[in-house]
């Protein structure tokens, strides 16, 4: 089985003998011949076989780069932006920074979710530093 996994990859746990973390996104920190050390979102670490995990042609990005923000090429926050203007957005930035600090101790997801509000509240920043 020729594998090209390598550090800093995200992939999905598709294994049975991870059925209770079936489907969820690992970053791989260390390879080795039959085997990766990976970290999951709650900042759990284990080694798993190549076999119970995959990876698409494209790595995911949980939180700067979801998937299911791009649609056609067009991403959410432009269509946010051109809707309610640039300081609607801003503003649009800092309550979703609020909302993932104020679940992120009850979701399961801890780890992901503090990422997710400090990718917010950075792209509030950005945009309020924009000429």
Request: aromatic residues 12%; proline residues 2%; contains cysteine.
């Amino acid at each position: 089985m020729e594998v090209n996994f390598k550090v800093g990859d995200i992939v999905q746990i598709t294994g049975s003998a991870y059925s209770k973390k079936l489907g969820q996104f690992v970053t791989i920190k260390k390879v080795c011949n039959t085997q990766a050390f990976v970290v999951y979102p709650d900042g759990e670490e284990e080694w798993i076989d190549y076999d119970n995990i995959t990876q698409s042609g494209k790595v995911k990005d949980m939180v700067n780069h979801p998937s299911h923000y791009n649609q056609n090429g067009i991403e959410c926050f432009d269509v946010i932006r051109a809707a309610i203007g640039t300081d609607g957005l801003r503003k649009f930035m800092l309550g979703n920074s609020i909302k993932y600090l104020f679940r992120c101790e009850h979701k399961g997801q801890y780890l992901e979710d503090i990422k997710k509000a400090r990718f917010y509240l950075d792209e509030a920043i950005k945009i309020h530093e924009e000429p």
